[in-house]
């Protein structure tokens, strides 16, 4: 018998997951949400130890042709090998964005990122601490970059998850901003390592006010640095002088300074601008080199602005686009008391999680983007998601691709963007074809119960129950039936009902396609 609504746990976990499964429910419900998240925010660093073997078993195809680049030549490749990038220093990931001219063949610089995706998938997809991999992916959209900047980007972007955001994820926003700001793909990305002394380059600087930390409301105009851009916002000459301060964050790229060439963050004095002066209040111009990157760093993640701004997203990523002021402001505070807290992001989720009623009341409201929906049917249904190149182009023509978005304001994270006729009809085919991929590996009538087999009626129930949780409208209830019997004389007077597995895969995509589901 169905439930006629989801229960509280269900709600809470899929507006923390990425997909509530039976099994999620039922702990929850055991053990009780407080000590579900508590068990989330100690999660250990790194996959948890069956997710890391799995992940370790897992083999890509590699191929490409021959080449021949001035006196050095490259075999052609076939062969099936692990998801060795994924553990790929800088120096390694940088030797690959140079190509030949750092020894390799442009075949092999598409790499990283191909085991990159398919460890994305199969980590939002089987890990347990879904409530990390909640917030990796939050972060990377807060801190988002396009791997179709560079070679480098495309390649260091499996450093910048692995090394910066993933150790972050429940840590300090301080100490995770300052690892964006010298993370190498970062760097390139915003074009901070190209930062002058004679030529400062105020893309990062502004980015960093306007995206990472306090927000674009807070951007106060031409108005000239001084005390009201301290308290208020910043100004274009705020961005002039954290852009000179910052100079000088660069790569090792062989620079003449006797920098050795590894790609790796540095501080070269021969690229800093030093005439840096009154930024968000402060004068830089009282500190030297390097310190006052650091103080600009300490400005924007302590500006007044910044919990606001950060601490919205993450309700509106929890919540939808209306998220309640109270819990805002449960975060805001939590956010400021703990500032210098190594777990501050972990005090901020406890606020929101467990200090109010909200994370498991009221109805669903947000939508799941395209990548959300497939994920979620297939943590639904226990499906295996193995390493395949094809996730690293999915969903690229609904720009829900991973590292696709073109600018560095990231995914649009509000309902009205993914509820399209083109983004509906277009995932809706992804629904229905996903379970032929090669990558994926399910078997829906082992699955089923042997008492839910005796009729269609049985059929569709258990899998709405499994997929959504509860009961449809009775009007979408007798349309599932309807489309499970289409086209056959089997179930309601006919032949025996036996499904195969292709139909099975047919109405759980169908009951995919649901409004119930869309939302979470």
Known sequence: MLADAPTPARIALNRTTFGARDFDVAQVER???????????????????????????????????????????????????????????????????????????????????????????????????????????????????SHQKSAYVSTALVAFDRDVIRPNVFGNFRAMLEGVAKSPAMLVYLDNADSTASLP?????????ELHTMGEAAYLGKAPAGPESSSKGFTDADMLQAARALSGWTLERGQIFGRPET??????????????????????????????????????????????????KICRRIFGDSPSIDVIERAKQAWIAHRESPDQIAHVLRAILLDGPEIGAGPAVKVRRPYERLVALWR???????????????????????????????????????????????????MRDIFAQLGIQTTFRAQTPPEALGSIIDTVDYWVGRIIGHALSPEAMQALYTYANWGASYGFGGAPWNPDEQTLRNIAAAIAMAPEFVLR
């Open 31 to 145: 053990i009780g949400w407080a000590a579900w998240v508590e068990e989330q925010l100690a999660a250990p660093s790194g996959d948890d130890p069956h997710l890391a073997q799995f992940i370790a078993s897992q083999r890509l195809h590699y191929n490409y042709p021959a080449m021949t680049f001035g006196t050095k030549s490259w075999a052609a490749l076939e062969e099936d090998r692990p998801l060795n990038y994924l553990k790929a220093d800088i120096e390694l990931l940088y030797a690959l964005a140079k190509g030949p001219v750092g020894n390799y063949t442009f075949g092999e610089q598409v790499w990283p990122r191909i085991e990159h995706c398919a460890a994305i998938f199969m980590r939002n997809t089987h890990s347990v601490f879904q409530l990390r991999e909640f917030m990796a992916d939050f972060w990377l959209n807060h801190f988002s970059m």
């Open 201 to 209: 380059n105020e893309n990062y600087a502004r980015e960093l006010m």
């Open 380 to 430: 639904a249904t226990d499906t295996v998601v193995n390493a395949s190149r094809y996730w690293s182009i999915i969903l690229g023509d609904l720009n829900d691709a991973h590292f696709v978005w073109p600018t560095p304001n990231g995914r649009p994270d509000v309902n009205s963007f993914w509820l399209n006729t083109f983004v509906n009809i277009t995932t809706w085919q992804y």
């Open 263 to 312: 790609g790796r963050f540095t501080y070269n004095e021969g690229q800093h601008n030093t005439t840096a002066g009154q930024c968000l209040g402060f004068d830089l111009g009282t500190l030297k080199g390097e310190a006052q990157g650091r103080k600009v760093l300490d400005l924007v993640a302590y500006h007044p602005a910044t919990p606001g701004f950060i601490c919205t």
